[in-house]
């Protein structure tokens, strides 16, 4: 049985496309590369905030309307149904959201440095 | 609980561990195959295998264990888990994809073209990885000890050989059958006894009559910095995990490490419901569990308390298998990816270094682990997000959105977190229960200064930023293909 090391290929992880290349020499490429990266740290720190936001809200609304800790849905405390399931969905749709998000960037970018 | 059904479960579970492993080997043998095999993995498969991998000894007992004790504080834990990988996807997933790199050393000397850079990395993540398995091998002493009745040293002992013995022999290549397999088995064995018991309770009516969730210990609730500082921790810790890292290789490109993450969101999300609804079962039927200082077993011991008999003996033997699948497949993960950075960077990486550093990693921490008692699982767990978030968190994010890093500046920031976060691991260990609360929560002030060190630094050396930092920064970011077929 024969053993391989399995590392990157740190300079070929696969072959530069055409406007890749264009994009890395050329100044009008660089531009649009910067714009992109502008563009998605963005959108990446809006649904991150509006994530911590929806998060800090949670504890925020409980502390702020008495008795609603303890109210009882199905049998289990309203306090426990809020932070121990009500969040995943929260992280769910923001994760989604961002993911179509981030792929109209990269399509857009797209469209603009093969048009140029 | 019969000792017998924790060494039968234990037994299966390593057995099981190896067959997969070996048989994945073998329809994935050469360089070639492995590359075709990864680029096929369906995200499925390797959204599984990243959710078997991540979820350890801290979320399979510990989550419930805490819960148990502090009640709805601990709540945080599974939220900041689950959250971390929302940071993952926002911030890293796609660019260390795209970067081609395999472990973080590589990816750190590839942006910043600096053997110091990796140099340095490479110590921190093989810190990290040591930390993270400790909390494991204690969470197997635990489960031997209370399951079988065996001495709790023997647990963590037999974890380690399992690992080294998978690892060195080759069969933990094909990792990524074995960690989705143990997903699976993981979620299983946490549900069925949740519902079997709910079920159970529901029949007897005492689920209408139960008492109010009590709080066992009289702890008093954390204050808002204590969750501020853990979420902190988890949220950017999570990012600079290496096992998990490593991971996002098998993923084709891009946009389908962005879909991956996404399905490990689900899959986490919907195995935090059953740890929180053990320590809610726990608190309101087992307090006791908690003044006797066995809260992190509560997992295991639940089952058997509440239904007892032959059905009690068979859920607390899928929990037990549940556990053990949790430290095995974390561990031998961690190795893996450990044993990849000492042979490549120490030992030459050659196939002999491998196996040497494989050994290496999992027995320096069978030391730490043997030598130290165990603390609150979540709680150790915790503290080692709260390092990676002080060291391997601030230079990926800065290295993949921030032109202006310099290798100078990526050291610094990193040597200055991994002091003030280590050293505040330290003191608290010394100091035991008198640890004061910024001590021993230190993520929300070690994580901002190590980032604001790396770009003071990385400023003023501004001469030395790499020359490559505008191709690296457009492979990092351009999609690699057309996107016709994205919608």
């Not at chain 2, 340095?120 to 079988?148: N, R």
């Not at chain 2, 919907?270 to 003044?291: D, K």
Request: hydrophobic share 55%; net charge positive.
């Amino acid at each position: 049985m024969t053993r391989v090391r399995v590392t990157a290929p740190l300079s070929a992880a696969r072959p530069a496309t055409a406007s890749r290349e264009a994009a890395e020499e050329s100044e009008v490429g660089q531009l649009f590369v910067r714009s992109l990266i502008r563009t998605q740290l963005r959108l990446a720190l809006v649904v991150a905030g509006g994530f911590l936001l929806v998060l800090g809200a949670f504890p925020l609304l409980l502390a702020a309307v008495p008795g609603l800790a303890g109210t009882r849905v199905a049998g289990i405390p309203f306090d426990w149904l809020l932070l121990g399931a009500g969040i995943y969905p929260v992280t769910g749709i923001s994760a989604w959201l961002y993911i179509r998000s981030a792929a109209r960037n990269e399509a857009r970018y797209r469209d603009l440095a093969e048009d140029k | 609980m019969n000792p017998s059904v924790g060494l039968i479960a234990f037994v299966v579970v390593s057995v099981a561990t190896a067959v997969i492993g070996f048989y994945g080997l073998r329809i994935s043998r050469t360089t070639g195959d492995f590359y075709v095999a990864s680029r096929t993995v369906p995200p499925w498969w390797n959204a599984s295998a990243i959710g078997g991998e991540y979820l350890s000894a801290a979320s399979f007992l510990g989550v419930a264990g805490l819960i148990l004790l502090s009640g709805t504080d601990a709540l945080w834990f599974p939220v900041g888990y689950t959250a971390g990988y929302l940071m993952l996807l926002l911030f890293v997933a796609a660019p260390l994809r795209r970067s081609g790199a395999y472990t973080i050393p590589d990816f750190t000397e590839a942006r910043l073209d600096s053997r110091l850079v990796r140099r340095v990395t490479s110590v921190v993540v093989v810190v990290v990885g040591w930390l993270y398995i400790v909390p494991q091998l204690h969470g197997a002493a635990l489960t031997i000890g209370i399951t079988t009745g065996l001495p709790a040293w023997v647990g963590s002992v037999a974890v380690v050989i399992v690992v080294c013995l998978t690892v060195v022999a080759g069969g933990m290549r094909s990792i990524t059958f074995v960690q989705a397999f143990q997903y699976w088995l993981k979620l299983t064995a946490l549900a069925v006894p949740v519902l079997y018991i709910v079920f159970a309770l529901a029949g007897t009516g005492s689920s209408a009559v139960a008492p109010a969730a009590v709080n066992p210990t009289g702890l008093a609730p954390a204050g808002p910095y204590q969750n501020i500082s853990l979420l902190v921790a988890l949220l950017f810790g999570t990012l600079g995990l290496p096992h998990v890292l490593v991971r996002f290789y098998t993923n084709p490109d891009g946009h389908s490490a962005r879909r991956t993450t996404l399905i490990v969101l689900g899959l986490l999300s919907v195995f935090y419901l059953f740890p929180t609804a053990y320590g809610l079962i726990g608190r309101t039927f087992a307090p006791e569990l908690a003044r006797s200082g066995q809260a992190d077993a509560l997992v295991l011991l639940l089952p058997g308390q509440l239904i007892g008999g032959t059905a009690g003996d068979l859920l607390s033997a899928l929990v037990v298998a549940g556990a053990f699948a949790a430290f095995l497949s974390t561990t031998s993960g961690l190795v893996v990816s450990l044993a990849g950075v000492i042979s490549q960077d120490v030992l030459g990486g050659s196939v002999r270094g491998f196996r040497l550093a494989a050994v290496i990693s999992a027995v320096v921490p069978l030391g730490f682990a043997l030598a130290t008692d165990s603390l609150a699982l979540a709680g150790s767990v915790g503290l080692v997000f709260a390092f990676t978030a002080s060291t391997v968190c601030p230079v990926l994010l800065l290295g993949i959105w921030w032109r202006g890093l310099t290798d100078t500046g990526a050291v610094a920031g990193m040597v200055t977190g991994g002091i003030l976060c280590g050293g505040a691991m330290v003191a608290g260990s010394v100091l035991g229960a008198g640890t004061p609360f910024w001590l021993a929560q230190p993520a929300a002030w070690s994580v901002p200064a190590a980032f604001t060190v790396m770009v003071l630094v990385s400023r003023a050396t501004k001469g030395r930023v790499p020359r490559t930092v505008a191709r690296v920064m457009t492979r990092l970011h351009t999609p690699e293909r057309p996107l016709v077929t994205e919608r």
